[in-house]
C-alpha cells in the first residue's frame, strides 16, 4: 500500500519517455506515491563520444537521480529503498520479501549473466578499484550459499531505511575524504564504508539476469542486442520474461535473417517403417553400446528437414535444435558471416555454428579472407548448422537410413575427416564440403552433470528393443560433456577474427 515510484528519463535518442509515460499512465494507480521527470532535450551529453561512454557528466547526473529518489524516500517515511538498473531483470517474484527477511541495512540479490561478472566484488584495491580474490567464484557459482559481506554491491539492492545508519548514505555529492575515481557505484561504496554500513550479497535462489556493460565504443544496436541475449538467458532455468501487459507493442515479424527456412531439430518419439537398419559394427565409442531410439529419432527429425530442403528446393537453411543457448551478437555474427561468404564466393555446403570438436592435437584450418570461419574436423553435435540445398542433396544421396549411426557421427563422415575408417568405408562417395564458425555462435543449455541436464539421446532404449535401457554411466559420456580446454598447440588462433567477436570476448 506505501509503494512509490520516481521515474525519471532523459538523453534518450529512442522512444523510451513514450514507453515509460504509457506504461506509467496504466499502472499510477497500484502506487501510493508516483514522480514523473522526463527530460526530452539534450539528447546527448556534451562530452560524450557515443551513448554508451560514461562521461564525469553522467556519472554525476545519474548519481543525482538516485540521491533524488533517496531523498523523496526518506521524505516520504519509506521504510525500504530499492534500487533497479533498468536493464536489470527480476525474475524471483520473491526477491523483495527474501531482502527484507535478511535485515540487513545493504543488502542485494545476486544477478546472473552470461560471463563471470555479477553485481558484487569481493575485493577492493586502496584506491578503490576492483580486486581478484579467491573468495569471487564460489559465490558467483553459488558453490557456496547464503548472505555475504562484500565491500561493493550495485545496479540493485535494498537499503533498509528504518535503521538508524542509513542516515549516513548518500549517492551524491561525494563524500568530503572521497579520493578515488569519479564513478558512481565506487562512491556509494566509499558513503557505506564512511556510514559504518557493510553490504551483503545474497545467492541463496536465482534471483535475476543482467546484461554485461559495454565498452564506449559499443552503439544503441549493440545494446539492443546484448540485452535480448540476457533475455533468452533467462529462458535457460526460468520461464521466459514477457513484456509488461499494461504496454501496447507491435506484433513481432518472423525474421530467417536472409535464409531460405529456419527449422528446428526435435527429437520425437515415434518411428515409421521406413526400412531403417543400423551400420554394421557401430557401437558408442564411450560405452560400447548400440544406436538408442533417442538417437535414431534425432537422426530422421534432420533427415526430415534435408528433405524438405530438397523437396522445397532451398538454397540456404539454418537448421537448429531445441537446447541450445545464443552467443552474444549471435544474429548479426552470423549475418555478417554469411555475407562474407557470399561476397567471397566460399563453396560450402555446410557449416557449423555449434559443435563439440573432437580432434583437439592441432589446429583446424582457416579459411582465407572471411572472418570466424575454419574448415571442419571431427566434431560432435549438431546443435546447429547452416547448410546448402548441394550439402542437403549429398547428405540424402548416401542413404544414411540403409547404414544408421548418430547424425553427428554420420555428417563427419561424410565430409571424410571420421577417424573410424570402417564406418567410412559403408559410404562411397564422402564430399560435403564442411566449415565451422570459430568461435562458435551457440552452445548446449546444460552439460553432463549439470542441474536440470536431461538426455533424450543417451537415456532411451536400445533402437529396435524398447525393453533393453540405455541409461549407462553419465560420467562416462564424454559425448555430452563441455568442450575440454585446448592447448596452446591446437587453438585455432590464426582464423581472422570480426569487432563484434572483440565486444564479445571484453564482456567476458
Given at each position: ?42 539528447s ?30 526518506r ?7 530499492l ?144 540485452f ?8 535457460v532455468r ?68 534435408w ?119 559403408h559410404f ?20 553432463t ?60
Amino acid at each position: 500500500d506505501g509503494d512509490g515510484r520516481l521515474v525519471a528519463t532523459d538523453h534518450n535518442s529512442d522512444n523510451t519517455t513514450a514507453i515509460l509515460r504509457e506504461w506509467l499512465i496504466n499502472v499510477q494507480n497500484f502506487y501510493h506515491y508516483v514522480e514523473w521527470r522526463p527530460q526530452e532535450e539534450p539528447s546527448v551529453y556534451e562530452d560524450e563520444s557515443g551513448p554508451k561512454h560514461w562521461t564525469s557528466l553522467r556519472y554525476e547526473h545519474v548519481m543525482k537521480l538516485r540521491q533524488a529518489a533517496l531523498d523523496t524516500a526518506r521524505e516520504m517515511w519509506a521504510d525500504y529503498f530499492l534500487m533497479v538498473d533498468c536493464d536489470n531483470l527480476l525474475t524471483n517474484q520473491d526477491v523483495l520479501w527474501q531482502l527484507m527477511q535478511e535485515n540487513k541495512t545493504i543488502v542485494a540479490p545476486m544477478l546472473e549473466s552470461r560471463a563471470a561478472y555479477s553485481n558484487f566484488w569481493c575485493g577492493m584495491t586502496s584506491q578503490g578499484y576492483y580486486k581478484r580474490t579467491p573468495a569471487y567464484m564460489p559465490i558467483r557459482r553459488q558453490e557456496k550459499k547464503g548472505c555475504f559481506a562484500v565491500p561493493m554491491v550495485h545496479s540493485t539492492f535494498l537499503l533498509d531505511l528504518r535503521k538508524e545508519a542509513s542516515r549516513g548514505l548518500a549517492f551524491f555529492p561525494p563524500h568530503p575524504d572521497y579520493s578515488w575515481a569519479f564513478d558512481d557505484i565506487i562512491i556509494f561504496a566509499f558513503s557505506a564504508r564512511m556510514a559504518e554500513v557493510q553490504m551483503y550479497i545474497c545467492n541463496r535462489e536465482t534471483y535475476g539476469y543482467f546484461p554485461v556493460p559495454l565498452r564506449s565504443h559499443n552503439t544503441l544496436q549493440d545494446e539492443a542486442d546484448s540485452f535480448l541475449h540476457s533475455l533468452l538467458e533467462v529462458m535457460v532455468r526460468s520461464p521466459p520474461s514477457e513484456p509488461s501487459m499494461y504496454l501496447s507493442l507491435p506484433p513481432k515479424q518472423p525474421d530467417k535473417m536472409g535464409f531460405d527456412e529456419v527449422r528446428m531439430a526435435l527429437n520425437t518419439s515415434q518411428i515409421e517403417a521406413l526400412g531403417i537398419q543400423m551400420l554394421p559394427g557401430y557401437s558408442d565409442p564411450y560405452h560400447g553400446r548400440p544406436l538408442t531410439k533417442g538417437e535414431l529419432n534425432c537422426f530422421l527429425s534432420h533427415f526430415n528437414i534435408w528433405t524438405e530442403i530438397v523437396d522445397r528446393g532451398l538454397k540456404t537453411s539454418l537448421v537448429i535444435e531445441d537446447d541450445l543457448r545464443f552467443e552474444v551478437f549471435f544474429k548479426r555474427r552470423l549475418q555478417n558471416l554469411m555475407e562474407e561468404i557470399e561476397s567471397q564466393r566460399l563453396d560450402w555446403d555446410l557449416i557449423y555454428i555449434g559443435r563439440k570438436r573432437m580432434q583437439v592435437d592441432r589446429p583446424e584450418k582457416s579459411v582465407p579472407r572471411i572472418h570466424n570461419l575454419v574448415e571442419a574436423d571431427y566434431s560432435y553435435w549438431t546443435l546447429g548448422y547452416m547448410i546448402s540445398l548441394r550439402g542437403a542433396q549429398k547428405l540424402l544421396r548416401a542413404e544414411p537410413l540403409k547404414n544408421m549411426l548418430p547424425v553427428d557421427e554420420f555428417l563427419p563422415v561424410m565430409y571424410n575427416k571420421h577417424p573410424i575408417e570402417d564406418y567410412m568405408s559403408h559410404f562411397e562417395r564422402r564430399d560435403l564440403r564442411a566449415f565451422s564458425a570459430e568461435p562458435l555462435l551457440v552452445y548446449p543449455t546444460h552439460y553432463t552433470g549439470d542441474a536440470g541436464y536431461i538426455s533424450d539421446t543417451e537415456t532411451s532404449t536400445v533402437w529396435d528393443n524398447e525393453t533393453v535401457r540405455t541409461d549407462w554411466d553419465r560420467a562416462r559420456s564424454r559425448k555430452s560433456s563441455e568442450q575440454e580446454e585446448l592447448s596452446t598447440e591446437a587453438q585455432n588462433s590464426d582464423v581472422l577474427q570480426s569487432p563484434l567477436d572483440s565486444t564479445a570476448r571484453d564482456e567476458l
